[in-house]
């Protein structure tokens, strides 16, 4: 499917906004952060050369390889074989050579030094790894968001086998990457600050008089399981059930209650009130 970034672009502004780590999680993010940060020097070489920020190639080496410099940063695959992953690269005779094809491939070393930003480490991130998740599943990449409340159960346990039960247990590439510029500024990017507009309070951008407790009555109401509590709480629950019903009616499955997702469930309660 086409993903143009201007199209993906104020998604990803809003997530950026809204994300927060879960709190079980803010010790292990700041302590991968921390061991990335001790490769920063290597990462840095390989800006020098194509611009991809450090804060891009550290998280994403993470997730590839665990920060392990005898593998391929694209696949995590020894850096002295050929790949049997598709697209195959290799052998390299070096990480830094690995690094700079790995970030060839789709095109990451085109953008320029001076004009990544947030969005676009989120944008080559998800292309990077694969719009899988989007595409077939209509959810948002573990790939980027985990560990953080942007990321539900979910996961591709090998190439093409997603187990819908799963949940990645690997930090999600921009809670590291925020938490690396925050230990270390001096690899801020040169653009706008992190959090570019102010997150939506309770996750509800509906209309007036429908409000977080009007749609976990909604919800209660047509039957998805289990029920909510009725608090006006927008929390983990409330935003899983939502993503469940946009999901059933067709819509993004993004766990805000829009305009759009208000209307279909004032359409779905009228038929489900409507006589048979």
Same mark, same amino acid.
């Given at each position: 499917m086409d993903h143009p970034f201007t199209k993906l672009k104020p998604e990803y502004t809003a997530l950026l906004a809204a994300m927060v780590v879960r709190p079980d999680h803010v010790h292990l993010v700041d302590e991968v952060a921390k061991k990335l940060l001790a490769s920063k020097a290597r990462y840095l070489e390989v800006t020098a050369v194509d611009g991809v920020p450090a804060i891009y190639i550290g998280p994403s080496f993470e997730r590839e390889a665990d920060n392990d410099f005898t593998k391929n940063p694209a696949q995590g695959w020894p850096l002295h074989s050929r790949s049997q992953i598709i697209p195959h690269n290799g052998p390299f005779p070096d990480w830094k050579s690995a690094a700079i094809a790995a970030y060839n491939l789709n095109g990451l070393d085109k953008v320029g030094a001076g004009n990544w930003t947030w969005e676009l480490i989120c944008y080559y991130g998800e292309l990077f790894n694969g719009f899988g998740y989007r595409d077939y599943h209509h959810m948002h990449s573990p790939?980027?968001?985990? %560990?953080?409340?942007?990321?539900? !159960?979910?996961?591709?346990?090998?190439?093409? *086998?997603?187990?819908?039960?799963h949940m990645d247990t690997q930090l999600g590439i921009i809670p590291l990457a925020r938490r690396m510029v925050e230990l270390d500024p001096?690899?801020?990017?040169?653009?706008?600050?992190?959090?570019?507009?102010?997150?939506?309070?309770?996750?509800?951008?509906?209309?007036?008089?429908?409000?977080?407790?009007?749609?976990?009555?909604?919800?209660?109401?047509? %039957?998805?399981?289990?029920?909510? !509590?009725?608090?006006?709480?927008?929390?983990? *629950?409330?935003?899983?059930?939502?993503q469940k019903f946009q999901h059933d009616y067709g819509l993004e499955a993004d766990g805000l209650v829009g305009p759009l997702t208000t209307a279909a469930l004032k359409k779905a309660l009228e038929n489900h009130a409507a006589p048979k």
């Open positions: 790939y980027l968001w985990g %560990g953080t409340n942007i990321q539900t !159960v979910g996961k591709y346990t090998s190439d093409g *086998k997603f187990d819908a039960s001096s690899l801020v990017l040169t653009e706008e600050p992190f959090v570019p507009a102010p997150p939506i309070p309770s996750g509800i951008a509906a209309e007036p008089g429908f409000d977080t407790k009007d749609v976990q009555t909604a919800l209660n109401t047509l %039957g998805f399981l289990p029920p909510l !509590v009725v608090d006006g709480s927008y929390g983990a *629950k409330t935003r899983l059930m939502v």
